[in-house]
């Protein structure tokens, strides 16, 4: 059974939040986790899908270091309350 864009933009958020702080995932990364981890299930097309909706929903966001790296937001040290 084809998985969802949503259920794809889920997983990948869980990915991401559980490497917060210790790693920072390429999108390419997450791509290759969710194509072995849904065996045959999703396309690259709906992990780009995925990422664009995480993006777009401020769940995430691309930081550029060396290369494009998905992450959560940071709070600024001033936004801490």
């Known amino acids: 059974m084809a998985k969802t864009v949503d259920e794809i933009a889920d997983a990948m958020y869980a ?3 559980d490497a917060y702080g210790q790693k920072k995932l390429k999108p390419m990364d997450l791509t290759k986790a969710m194509m072995a981890m849904f065996e045959g299930e999703v396309d690259k097309k709906m ?13 995430c966001v691309y930081t550029y270091f060396g290369g494009s790296f998905i992450e ?6 001033a936004a801490n309350d």
């Open 15 to 17: 990915m991401v939040k």
């Open 47 to 59: 992990c780009k899908g995925a990422i664009k909706q995480l993006v777009d929903s401020g769940k």
């Open 72 to 77: 959560i937001p940071h709070k600024e040290g």
